[in-house]
């Protein structure tokens, strides 16, 4: 798997601790896409209002927020590997309490203490201290292109899992089974893969986690989250990414496949073929942007790859018919996860090494309380006809003014390898 990584970079080889961070990441990315297409519709199978299903989802990504923010700022002291595999423990907790129980307060106590991705998106400490992990055992000027990589394998298993769970989903009630208990096994799936990433986890080794001195060295500096000399730098770009964040709750997978379903009929299968290939295109996508960095830096790219994607978030709803609304939602797909790679690489490199699983945690908090908040909006609108385009105005709106608010405040900064660069 991790040849076809560097094969553009043969001088540089994946770490066996590289090659299980990719493996253990397709693994939870699969597991992720496979859920979030159904997880509404399952949710609203079980008898939940529009209300209580959008309660839910804020409460997921919120939940989500302060676990993950506790563990990550943590992660370096405590154990970067123990922390990952206590955030799959607690994946595997919640898919079994969803899949056993109908209960809307244990329904939310799961999904409140548990790490749930109702987006096809990372959700929990894991993304952040994989980020630090592979930061740790990567040099400087090859890290967007094995973030880049590393989000082709995500996009790509995400893309598998919704395929194959609307696939499956159709197959099982075509052979009779009820609409709930297809469902049911889509949840019961995502519990087993925590319990394998909780496995997985267990063979990551000590060159992972930061040294003790480094450790000593961050908590002498007074440090707070984490943080010492990029408190600031992390607070702006944390209220930024805050911003796109609750701007794209809008319009997270599971909102947009109930949108689909609701306006244009589209089956678990159709819905299913329809984020694979969103997937795909944006996985494929997501490897241009290393090169785009390198000719005109992380923060440009990140900026003129997102405007136009927006754009093209708003004109969807306004298509005439099925048909076209998922050609501009693909279009979009194309160009708009482009800014990952360089967003995570541009975090990495704006903080020190001992500040990076705290940098990468708190920016990842701060976008999962973004989220967590316009979901129950998002939902409470596609339950009126005359607002069912309301969220994509909303979500794409919003991640214009975010893309505007990022160019002005970060144009000038620029990360280490860039410096170096034009400075030769």
Do not use: C
Request: no cysteine; net charge positive; glycine share 8%.
């Amino acid at each position: 798997m991790a040849d076809s990584v560097t094969e553009s970079h043969p001088e540089y080889k994946l770490t066996t601790d590289g090659r299980l961070l990719f493996a253990t990441r397709t693994i939870r990315m699969f597991a992720y896409g496979f859920l979030s297409v159904l997880l509404v519709l399952y949710l609203s199978s079980l008898g939940l209002s529009e209300a209580k299903v959008g309660l839910l989802l804020t409460l997921t990504l919120a939940g989500d927020a302060a676990i993950s923010l506790f563990l990550t700022t943590t992660a370096d002291r405590f154990g970067r590997r123990k922390t990952l595999i206590i955030g799959a423990i607690l994946m595997s907790f919640a898919g079994i309490i969803f899949a056993m129980t109908h209960n809307f307060i244990l329904l939310l106590i799961a999904a409140t203490i548990g790490v749930i991705s109702p987006s096809g998106n990372e959700v929990g400490p894991f993304l952040s201290i994989e980020q630090a992990s592979l930061s740790h055992v990567l040099p400087g000027n090859k890290r967007t292109h094995i973030f880049a990589w590393y989000n082709l394998y995500g996009s790509l298993a995400t893309a598998l899992g919704a395929l194959a769970a609307g696939g499956i989903t159709q197959l099982l009630q075509n052979a009779g089974m009820t609409a709930l208990a297809s469902y049911r096994t889509i949840v019961l799936v995502y519990a087993a893969a925590g319990i394998v990433l909780t496995a997985g986890f267990f063979f990551l080794t000590q060159a992972v986690e930061v040294e003790r001195s480094e450790v000593s060295r961050s908590a002498g500096a007074k440090a707070f989250l984490g943080l010492h000399r990029s408190r600031g730098v992390v607070a702006k770009l944390s209220g930024l990414f805050a911003l796109d964040a609750f701007a794209g709750g809008f319009v997270m997978q599971s909102i947009l496949a109930y949108w689909l379903h609701l306006r244009w009929g589209l089956e678990p299968a159709a819905l299913g073929a329809t984020f694979f290939v969103a997937n795909i295109v944006a996985a494929i996508s997501a490897l241009s942007a290393s090169w785009l960095a390198s000719k005109i830096g992380l923060i440009n790219t990140m900026v003129f790859t997102h405007l136009p994607s927006n754009i093209l978030l708003i004109l969807v709803p306004l298509m005439p018919n099925a048909a076209l609304a998922i050609a501009v939602l693909l279009l979009r797909f194309s160009i708009s996860q482009m800014d990952v790679p360089t967003r995570q690489s541009y975090v990495m490199a704006s903080v020190d090494p001992d500040e990076r699983s705290a940098a990468a945690g708190v920016t990842a908090v701060a976008r999962s309380v973004g989220a967590s908040i316009s979901p129950s909006l998002g939902t409470m609108l596609l339950a009126s006809p005359m607002l069912m385009g309301m969220p994509f105005f909303l979500g794409g709106g919003l991640k214009i003014i975010y893309d505007l608010l990022l160019y002005r405040n970060f144009v000038k900064l620029r990360p280490p390898e860039e410096k170096a660069v034009s400075s030769h």
